[in-house]
């Protein structure tokens, strides 16, 4: 099968890149090896991580029409109060963790409808579920894509001019070999503060299988997972307690911290304000991440909260999963982990009352899709990531080390995002790394690989460090990413011209910016300051 321009991966980087090649008049194949589109916020079920000002600016007009579509797709389709029907900054889940915590499936229902009219145009072709298995190469571009169905183990054989890596490991680069990088870079590589002295390239951030949860009457208590005392009895050196307690590190100070659990708290969701300048949002993890809050719908609508987990306690660090011969046994005891806490929880978890379990909670895998009620993909926070013509440190973005006049510049911008450098505990043994940001671009330089010239980074494997990874993996900043790229795509065969060359050729760049200007991409912060 052949196209114009080629996504692998349709997480939100594969389905922003596919939008805007498609908006720029070109054909497309997306392929996803899992049943939702959608990545980190369907199949992987993270409500979404967003700055402080989402709701004003700082991410694109395609990315705005999506969080407006989920709005609007509860308000015609839920039985809400009148006065959350009225809300304007609608917050389905009342989670403090983003102004919008919403069920998996509606972002999916939402998803599909923006392809809705390319795939009945037959101008965008969706192949699921596809993985890539191996990629042809003449010299420095890669000439096809080789996918296999997951369940078939049918093979296709896919070309274009242009490919993007949407997924979410970089699964392409080390089939089309494509140099790329993994892990802990060495501070004397980057020049990074938060560095280690040398690279460690096995040390990446822990990986989590999300689940949602309800609180009803009765016993909900499934079987105990078969290694349940063993994570029972885990206690990480830096925790301060086990692993499954209601004890974790304070990701900003490292001390550590008692966080609460109240099921279905009698609270008023339209008073919840979700702003991770203020707090983190996870000392009650109940409505941390909760993703559907009961009072803002009519009364028997829904017998409970539904919250969404995605805690510290189902962080998995034990391994890597990239570039390891047992990433199988990784993502089982991942699992695992994850089942092993929800039995905690239902069993052992310690109660405000002085008793131990929450029998009531509900496993709800009809919310995520699976039939063993977990999320259907692993929320895979580092990726493989490309040598690029040019790469994000530490210091073109940190607060500490830019102070007031904020992050770099980049005369290359092809976009912007924000959120703090955020690492999760990682398979090196290492604790928490959390780094005030400042509201930073997006240089074109980091989604061009050093060698390959038709080989583009649509997801977290652009040329980011393992630090400000932490940074560029959220939500609406991997969204403008794969959105920038398949508008780069587009427009190199629009204009005959290679990426490269667009960085290096002031008119072409001028242009391309000015292409993406015109469809609401914002490449350039107001006056506003990190935190």
């Given amino acids: 099968m ?7 991966g349709g997480g939100l980087g594969g389905v922003a890149a596919a939008l805007a090649a498609l908006r720029a008049g070109r054909s497309v194949i997306l392929t996803e090896e899992f049943d939702w589109l959608g990545g980190q916020l369907t199949s992987q079920a993270v409500p979404p991580d967003e700055h402080s000002w989402v709701e004003q600016f700082g991410v694109t007009a395609s990315y705005r029409t999506l969080r407006n579509g989920i709005r609007d797709y509860y308000r015609r389709h839920y039985p809400l109060t009148e006065a ?10 009342a989670g403090y963790v983003s102004r919008l915590c919403h069920e998996p499936r509606v972002a999916l229902a939402v998803l599909e409808s923006m392809l809705a009219p390319y795939r009945a145009s037959r101008r965008l072709q969706v192949l699921q579920p596809y993985q890539p298995v191996a990629a042809d190469t003449d010299g420095d571009r890669v000439t096809a894509v080789t996918v296999q169905h997951r369940d078939t183990e049918e093979r296709l054989t896919l070309t274009a001019p242009y490919i993007l890596d949407a997924t979410e490991t970089g699964e392409l680069l080390p089939l089309t070999g494509t140099e790329y990088v993994t892990g802990f870079e060495a501070q004397g590589e980057t020049g990074e503060p938060s560095a280690p002295a040398e690279a460690q390239p096995l040390n990446m951030q822990a990986v989590s299988y999300c689940f949602a949860v309800d609180h009803v009457d009765g016993d909900q208590v499934g079987d105990k997972p078969a290694n349940y005392a063993f994570w029972r009895n885990y206690q990480p050196s830096f925790w301060g307690d086990r692993l499954l307690s209601w004890t974790a590190p304070n990701p900003r100070t490292l001390e550590s911290s008692q966080r609460t659990f109240t099921p279905n708290p009698d609270d008023d969701p339209l008073a919840v304000v979700a702003d991770q300048r203020r707090t983190g949002g996870d000392t009650n993890l109940w409505t941390f991440r909760r993703i559907a809050a009961r009072r803002h719908f009519v009364p028997g609508a829904y017998e409970s909260d539904i919250c969404l987990v995605n805690w510290p306690m189902i962080d998995y660090f034990e391994g890597p999963v990239i570039d390891v011969p047992d990433a199988a046994k990784h993502l089982a005891a991942a699992r695992e982990l994850s089942q092993s ?18 029998s009531g909670l509900r496993l709800r895998g009809d919310l995520v899709g699976s039939a063993d009620g977990l999320a259907q993909a692993p929320y895979i926070r580092e990726s493989r990531r490309i040598k690029a013509e040019y790469t994000i440190v530490e210091q073109d973005l940190s607060v500490a080390v830019r102070g007031a006049q904020g992050a770099v510049e980049y005369d290359d911008s092809v976009g912007i995002g924000m959120y703090r450098i955020d690492l999760h505990p990682s398979t090196g043994g290492d604790n928490y790394i959390d780094v005030a940001s400042s509201p930073f671009r997006i240089p074109l330089g980091a989604l061009v690989p050093q060698r390959v010239e038709n080989l583009l980074p649509a997801n977290k494997n652009l040329g980011t460090t393992h630090i400000t990874n932490g940074c560029y993996r959220l939500h609406p900043v991997e969204w403008n990413i794969g959105e920038s790229a398949g508008a780069l795509a587009a427009f190199c065969l629009d204009r005959g011209t290679a990426p490269r060359a667009v960085r290096n050729t002031p008119a072409l760049l001028a242009e391309f910016q000015d292409r993406l200007v015109a469809q609401g991409i914002e490449l350039a912060w107001p006056s506003v300051t990190g935190y």
């Fill in 2 to 8: 052949h196209t114009d321009v080629l996504v692998i």
């Fill in 84 to 93: 959350s029907r009225a809300a304007v900054e609608f917050n389905p889940g």
């Fill in 341 to 358: 806490v929800l039995y905690w929880l239902q069993t052992e978890a310690p109660r405000p009352d002085g008793g131990t379990g929450f």
